[in-house]
């Protein structure tokens, strides 16, 4: 079989034998020990080889927006304030270019599908989907987009939302989003939006909770709308700060609805800890849910960025790699198992959430991320950068290993013996 490209020495499980990949017409065509071919090699040098990692939520359309749009108070208030201002003057050219700049940025950081959540009201209108719908076209050769649209601003509270999120369903969003919190009548918001995400046959991905009082929640709410609508596994929730609140016992039930209900979770710890326990002036609390233990009970769940560079984030590079090392700072994560767990928050579970599957196997598209490092926990551990990576067999970018530049007299890199003094 003639090849076009052989990938050689590449791991494509932790401490696995290294193995060569033979690429033909952008798709995998053999993985194989020592694969024969005079086609051109692409050494991989002992790397772990991935499909990419995956951000299940992440704002394209309010990103990069530090130069018009403060938040002193550092609260959600404040961030939802801002950005409601700042709303009022994006153009479609003008979210377009911002979203450009996160997606070029998450390209280069190995990322190849992505959630992003897009808002829907009245005041933007659909500026913000037929921005990102043109991004979704246009960066298709290095990524995959999914489209949320969703009503920050509230649903039932503010009138001409609804229609506005049916024309975006009708023109391709991939599917609906919630935001609770911010209407008038949380649970009538929760009812229409799982009657509507049953007429459109689509998923659900809700912004659930973002404060740290539990003597109150919606999660019970969306688990029994879940079951009712026979919507199991098709129903995320994001943030949900309030489950970092709960005693072990009360953990425990959650975990349990949650599994009982197939709903998946999504933890966004850099947006989650900027902004939680604001009210403290010591002790401040993480307010970040603890994605291991429902991770370790099995749900899907998933560790992602949310907010890059705006009021509700002001910092982000888009790498997933560092999120999951922010996690395992937050939830104290340091033995090789507990890092693998954040390695698969970012990798094979927002695969698994957004429907699309992490394995590398033979026949599927070239779609392939080189790690430098030999394992998933090192690659948390050291936030690892990815050195190039290759959308059907085309490599989508590449970010080469720094060199160092040692003058020629320094002697680096071996231990002199006891004699040679010094
Ligand atoms: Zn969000």
Redesign the pocket.
């Known amino acids: 079989m003639t090849l076009d490209l052989v990938i050689r020495n590449a791991r494509l499980t932790d401490g696995g034998e290294l193995l060569d990949l033979g690429i033909r017409a952008g798709r995998i065509a053999d993985i194989a020990r020592d694969l024969s071919s005079p086609a051109r090699v692409l050494d991989a040098e002992g790397g772990r080889l991935i499909k990419g990692f995956a951000d299940s939520?992440l704002?394209l359309d309010k990103a990069c927006l530090l130069d018009r749009a403060a938040n002193p108070s550092g609260t959600l208030k404040g961030a939802i304030e801002a950005v409601s201002a700042a709303k009022r003057d994006f153009t479609r050219e003008d979210i377009y270019a911002r979203g450009a700049r996160v997606l070029e940025k998450a390209i280069c950081q190995g990322t190849t599908l992505i959630r992003t959540?897009v808002e829907i009201d009245p005041a933007v209108g659909l500026a913000g989907f037929d921005a990102v719908a043109q991004l979704k076209a246009d960066y298709a050769w290095a990524l995959e987009l999914q489209i949320c649209v969703f009503p920050q601003e509230g649903l039932l509270n503010y009138p001409g939302t609804e229609e506005l999120l049916r024309a975006a369903l009708d023109r391709g969003a991939d599917l609906l989003g919630g935001c609770p919190y911010t209407d008038s009548d949380p649970e009538g918001q929760i009812a229409r939006l799982f009657d509507m995400a049953r007429e459109y046959d689509v998923d659900l991905d809700f912004?659930l909770d973002f404060d740290l009082d539990n003597t109150w929640r919606h999660l019970d709410e969306v688990a029994r709308q879940t079951v009712a609508h026979a919507m199991q596994g098709r129903v995320a929730i994001?943030?949900v700060t309030k489950l970092s609140t709960l005693p072990p016992p009360q953990l425990d039930e959650t975990i349990a609805l949650m599994r009982d209900a197939g709903i998946a979770l999504t933890v966004?710890p850099a947006?989650d800890l900027f902004m939680m326990g604001r009210e403290f002036t010591d002790s401040v609390p993480r307010g970040v849910a603890p994605a291991h233990r429902f991770h370790a009970a099995g749900l899907c769940c998933t560790v992602a960025t949310?907010?890059v560079l705006n009021p509700?984030t002001p910092y982000g590079d888009c790498s997933l790699p560092r999120m999951a090392n922010l996690f395992a700072n937050i939830a104290q994560i340091g033995d090789p198992a507990g890092l693998d767990a954040c390695f698969d928050m970012i990798s094979a579970q927002p695969f698994r959430l957004l429907g699309r599957e992490a394995a590398i196997k033979p026949g599927d598209a070239a779609d392939l991320v080189l790690l430098p490092c030999a394992t998933s926990a090192m690659a948390v551990a050291e936030i690892c950068r990815p050195f190039w990576g290759m959308r059907s067999g085309r490599m989508s970018f590449e970010a080469p290993k720094p060199v160092l530049l040692a003058p020629e007299s320094a002697e680096v890199g071996k231990v002199r013996s006891a004699e040679s003094g010094a």
């Open positions: 939520h704002h959540h912004h994001g943030h966004l947006t949310n907010n509700f």
